[in-house]
T-cell receptor, first 116, second 115 residues
Framework: AQKVTQAQTEISVVEKEDVTLDCVYETRDTTYYLFWYKQPPSGELVFLIR??????QNEISGRYSWNFQKSTSSFNFTITASQVVDSAVYFC?????????????FGPGTSLSVIP | DAGVIQSPRHEVTEMGQEVTLRCKPI?????LFWYRQTMMRGLELLIY????????DSGMPEDRFSAKMPNASFSTLKIQPSEPRDSAVYFC?????????????FGPGTRLTVT
């Protein structure tokens, strides 16, 4: 069975602090995709990043960075110098690569509050 | 480029009434998903279509829920009769499945309140 765990239910940081959102996944598939989505207070889920399981390179996009470690089944997300606009619920998700029809499994989400 | 379009954005109805939610996926996408989000249960996949064909409807709560995709640019999710426990935000998402592009793009959601 596939599962995504985001142990941090809520995180609160002061603006300009760095924050890391944890994501741990379980799968028996040898190849899979991992995703992060952002859901701001407006409600719409926004796609942030997709990683393939065979590509363990970390990725940086502006203040965002992602650390994929297959050995620990983790795909953590770090926001550097957080801003109030980063306040949102962040979802980690997993999809197998066996078929195109494999469902995307979402984690429960981490609610991030950035305090000015 | 237009994203996923959902209507209505808000729906308030009385128990027992029929509710129809509508979705227009991103042009060119071949997969469409209906999700329901509540505080208690989080984000739940209800059903998804590939090339207009329902692939997995195991998430549909019960027979009161039905979904159709008559063509590549339109889908509906119907609840008949509606119940208060159906109150939630319903999201439609689309993706271009295949060739490694499986990220889903979500619509703004329909907030349904059943009184």
């Amino acid at each position: 069975a596939q599962k995504v765990t985001q142990a941090q239910t809520e995180i609160s940081v002061v603006e300009k602090e760095d924050v890391t959102l944890d994501c741990v996944y379980e799968t028996r598939d040898t190849t899979y995709y991992l995703f992060w989505y952002k859901q701001p207070p407006s409600g719409e889920l926004v796609f942030l990043i997709r990683r393939n399981s065979f590509d363990e390179q970390n990725e940086i996009s502006g203040r965002y960075s992602w650390n994929f470690q297959k050995s620990t089944s983790s795909f953590n997300f770090t926001i550097t110098a957080s801003q109030v606009v980063d306040s949102a619920v962040y979802f980690c998700a997993l999809k197998g690569m066996k078929t195109s029809y494999d469902k995307v499994i979402f984690g429960p989400g981490t609610s991030l509050s950035v305090i000015p | 480029d237009a994203g996923v379009i959902q209507s209505p954005r808000h729906e308030v109805t009385e128990m027992g009434q029929e509710v129809t939610l509508r979705c227009k996926p991103i042009s060119g996408h071949n997969s469409l998903f209906w999700y329901r989000q509540t505080m208690m249960r989080g984000l739940e996949l209800l059903i998804y279509f590939n090339n207009n064909v329902p692939i997995d409807d195991s998430g549909m709560p019960e027979d009161r829920f039905s979904a159709k995709m008559p063509n590549a640019s339109f889908s509906t999710l119907k609840i008949q009769p509606s119940e208060p426990r159906d109150s939630a935000v319903y999201f439609c998402a689309s993706s271009l499945a295949g060739q490694g592009n499986y990220e889903q793009y979500f619509g703004p959601g329909t907030r349904l309140t059943v009184t």
